[in-house]
């Protein structure tokens, strides 16, 4: 399991859109360090809304998450920063700034822990340069660190992505449906590559639509239906019939 750091526990959370929609309804979440968790369901299911609740990219209408047992839901200011710095988030669409090499987006990891001046500037320190290689050649494409990211395909843009999420050490690592635009090879490289966090110790949460990925990954899985929280059981205990009731349409989801 993990080094202790890096659980996730949320409680009673509610998200309520302004136009009264219901992105997330009474979820009870308890991660333990270490875990790799998928969470399934259909689109609309509340899978990015609960991802981006932990994260703290919108806020909860109700409950609290706790992150190593401080709630991020109330955090502000300096000390919500120093919390993001140990949750990496891996997006569906790579968020790369496309301009830049792929050397400055695996460094721009690092960011949280400099001074504005210094990361405007690229002033990076020589081990965090160091560091950046060292975490390219871990998801081999050291040999596209002077390569700017647009002209990368888009598997590679996820693998650096990854590779700027470690340059964070984060404990928790949030993968927001990582391989939705990905072909098959390139889908088993990146999630061999979140595997590999997982190995290293961080807590893994991923929305994925593919039952096949989850039951080969996942330590546990959780099924989210129509903002609710429907299912949750250790891989042992999954049988793979039990996705259907997960992905039943229900009549208010897209």
């Known amino acids: 399991m ?18 009264g929609t219901i992105g997330l309804d009474h979820i009870n979440l308890d991660i333990q360090s270490g875990e790799f968790v998928v969470i399934v369901g259909l689109s609309g299911a509340g899978k990015s809304t609960l ?13 609290e998450i706790l992150l190593d047992g401080v709630d ?21 669409n790579f968020n790369l700034v496309k301009r830049a090499t792929v050397a400055r987006n695996v460094l721009a990891g690092r960011v949280g822990y400099y001074s504005t001046f210094r990361s405007t500037f ?16 871990r998801v081999n494409m050291l040999d596209k660190y002077y390569t700017r990211a647009d002209e990368l395909s888009g598997g590679q843009q996820q693998r650096v992505a990854i590779a700027r999420s470690m340059m964070q ?5 949030l993968a927001d449906e990582p391989i939705a635009s990905l072909d098959p090879k390139t889908t088993k490289m990146v999630m061999d590559d979140l595997q590999h966090l997982n190995d290293m110790g961080m807590t893994v949460v991923v929305n994925l639509h593919s039952v096949e990925l989850a039951m080969a990954y996942a330590t ?19 049988n793979a019939d039990d996705f259907d009731g997960i992905y039943a349409e229900t009549g208010d989801e897209e």
């Open 72 to 92: 991020i839901t109330k955090a502000k200011g300096k000390e919500l920063r120093q919390q993001r710095r140990n949750i990496a988030m891996i997006f569906q």
């Open 51 to 63: 991802l981006r609740a932990i994260n703290r990219l919108h806020d909860v209408s109700e409950g």
């Open 122 to 137: 690229g002033l990076f320190s020589k081990e965090d340069k160091e560091k950046a290689a060292a975490n390219l050649d």
């Open 220 to 238: 546990r899985i959780v099924g989210l239906r129509g903002g609710k929280l429907v299912y949750d059981k250790p891989i042992a205990e999954v």
């Open 2 to 19: 993990g080094n202790g750091v890096g659980t996730i526990k949320v409680n009673d959370v509610s998200k309520i859109y302004p136009n």
């Open 169 to 173: 050490s984060p404990n928790i690592v």
